[in-house]
């Protein structure tokens, strides 16, 4: 094993994506069809005799199928819910077979934007289809029934991986045990659109865009992509997060009267937009801010979300943050009282956390606490 | 709260009114070890309220579905007569705002179960007597760390039922265990009552 490996006994340890090629053509949420695609996924554990103790793990924005371990090319690239998720950690992989997948759309692997479209032999950029959280939800059945699994002991995911979740109990009722949602929402509020339109506009307005296509023009539109993440930064933290982190702290002690980086939150926000730029696909994040704002079960049932879970059976595990002001506890409370309203199984918990939305991907020991007893409370 | 207390002795006699199957709201539940009770003792069905992270994650390791929440800010999550009951065991007297958690409970509630330590009971009668405040089994805490911060009587629950549209139903009065029936205001440690409101069950939410 490479010496640099951080080779700890609750690491499910070196991991290798894995791709499957679909070709049964995915009808979508918005009427276009993909025509076939490949998902990117990895597995951890072993999915045991009966196929009933595997977890279907959903990524939020800017995540993907890389959840847990890290890779032995590069052993510092660590898996994005690697404290949950482990020998022993809340998320057991010595009981559970737990899956990650990048979404439909994505840029980590599986068919997404800057992958080439078959008709045309050329990256399908704006060409690519507006994807929504029920097409992933679809794409992630495909996945499932691809591996063996009927029905997923639990789905789990925070943000918009709850969103999924909460997706999933609503057009697999009988394929989901429980369902974890966490820091989510059942749709995005007008604030919610409008920061994402900021970020959208910054992207497509970057002379580098040229229409999605860039990607023929040998140009990345850097500066919108990282302007688009310096706004979401900002989101994903607490004012008090914020505040303890950086406060006013000057890079040089005092003003130097100009406009290059003074204070550490410029700093901390430039390096962020400038790391996200060069991995990131300025189409996939169009494309999920997208799926973002259209997320509404509801709005099929006249707005009505109790309604939209009727047809629900799975258990649930609702979590949120008191200083998530992105998906606040009430949002978590709207989802919790459509729950109560058709007399589901849940639990809801408000986690007293300091980090803001972000505060789903600590390893706050309340909250793993909580998802470990939950977990354990799964049917053998 | 006062999850403390020994043997909650109101458990039979709460449990002795639930109708088999009957959804249940347990406000203030602890560890969720009544609620268990009532799945297994008459197949309820329900949630817990607490507002403390260590009683929700007992009541997940206790099977109990559990609903984290202040209960000093109402039950606004909860429809109308949502629940067939909603029971109140040995919170009230620690709770601020009484008026108003009484009438989210009939509100909520087809009808509410409400128990409370008697502070009429003749022991703290006594210990008031002899120059101190009561200390009990069932009123456990020194007057400098109690939760609980409205200490009434039989008598005083009972009037204030009438002033406020609560009807009651039943009432069960017990001292050591046993059911008291002469002198409860005098006699019983424990009441617990069965309430509705007056003129019927609360309306069904539209």
Redesign the interface.
């Known amino acids: 094993m490479n010496a640099a490996a951080p080779n700890i006994a609750d690491s499910v340890g070196a991991v290798t994506p894995v791709d499957v090629h679909f070709d049964a053509p995915l009808r979508l949420k918005s009427g276009a069809t993909m025509p076939q695609y490949d998902l990117r996924y990895e597995t951890y554990g072993t999915l045991n005799a009966q196929r009933s103790n595997a977890i279907l793990v959903c990524h939020a924005l800017n995540a993907s199928h890389h959840v847990a371990g890290w890779y032995a090319s590069d052993p510092r690239d660590i898996g994005w819910w690697d404290n949950l998720i482990g020998p022993g950690k809340p998320v057991d992989t010595n009981r559970f077979f737990v899956v990650g997948v990048n979404n439909l759309g994505g840029c980590h692997g599986s068919t997404g934007p800057a992958s080439v479209n078959p008709a045309t032999g050329r990256p399908w950029g704006a060409d690519f289809p507006v994807v929504t959280v029920d097409d992933w939800v679809e794409a992630q059945a495909r996945l499932a029934t691809h591996l063996g699994i009927e029905r997923f002991a639990a789905v789990i995911g925070g943000s918009l991986g709850a969103m999924q979740a909460l997706q999933w109990t609503m057009t697999y009722p009988d394929r989901v045990g429980l369902a974890l949602v966490s820091a989510g929402a059942p749709k995005l509020s007008a604030q919610n659109i409008a920061f994402n339109e900021v970020a959208r506009q910054a992207i497509t307005t970057d002379p580098d865009f040229h229409g999605g296509n860039y990607y023929e023009h040998g140009v990345v539109p850097r500066r919108g992509l990282r302007l688009a993440r310096m706004l979401g930064h900002i989101t994903y933290l607490s004012d008090d997060a914020m505040a303890e982190k950086f406060g006013r702290e000057l890079r040089g002690g005092e003003f130097k009267f100009g406009f290059d980086v003074e204070f550490e939150i410029e700093s901390y926000l430039r390096y962020q937009g400038d790391k996200f730029s060069t991995y990131f696909d300025a189409n996939t994040y169009l494309r999920i801010t997208k799926a973002l704002d259209y997320f509404d079960p509801a709005f099929e049932h006249g707005g009505n979300l109790s309604a939209a879970l009727k047809g629900a059976r799975s258990r649930y595990l609702v979590v949120s943050f008191t200083s998530d002001w992105r998906f606040s506890p009430a949002r978590s409370?709207e989802i919790?009282?459509a729950l109560?309203?058709n007399?589901l199984?849940?639990?809801?918990?408000?986690?007293?956390a300091p980090h803001g939305h972000d505060a789903f991907l600590m390893d706050d020991p309340?909250y793993h606490?909580?998802i470990r007893?939950?977990m354990e409370?799964l049917p053998q | 709260m006062n999850s403390a207390l020994p043997a909650r002795s109101d458990f039979n006699a709460i449990a002795g009114w639930i109708k088999p199957g009957a959804?249940v709201l347990d406000l203030g539940c602890g560890d969720g070890s009544l609620l268990r009770f009532l799945k297994e003792a008459r197949n309820a069905?329900g949630?817990g309220v607490d507002i403390a992270?260590d009683n929700?994650?007992a009541?997940?390791?206790n099977?109990i579905?559990?609903?984290?929440?202040d209960l000093e800010a109402g039950l606004s999550?909860?429809?109308s007569g949502?629940f067939d009951c909603v029971i109140l065991s040995q919170t009230l007297q620690a709770m601020k705002h009484t008026e108003r958690l009484l009438k989210e409970i009939l509100r909520v509630g087809r009808e509410g179960i409400v128990s409370f330590p008697n502070f009429g009971y003749w022991r703290a009668r006594l210990q008031l007597m002899g120059g101190h405040m009561p200390v009990s089994k069932e009123l456990p805490y020194q007057w400098y760390d109690t939760p609980n911060i409205h200490l009434f009587t039989l008598a005083d629950f009972e009037k204030f039922c009438r002033g406020h549209g609560v009807r009651i139903l039943e009432r069960v009065v017990l001292a050591g265990g046993q059911s008291v029936t002469t002198w409860p205001n005098m006699f019983g440690a424990l009441a617990v009552y069965r309430l509705d409101r007056t003129g019927g069950a609360a309306p069904v939410s539209a």
């Open positions: 409370r919790v009282k109560l309203d007399r199984n849940v639990t809801y918990a408000e986690i007293d309340r606490a909580l007893a939950t409370s | 959804h069905t949630y992270d929700v994650l009541c997940v390791k099977g579905d559990v609903i984290q929440s999550g909860f429809d949502s």
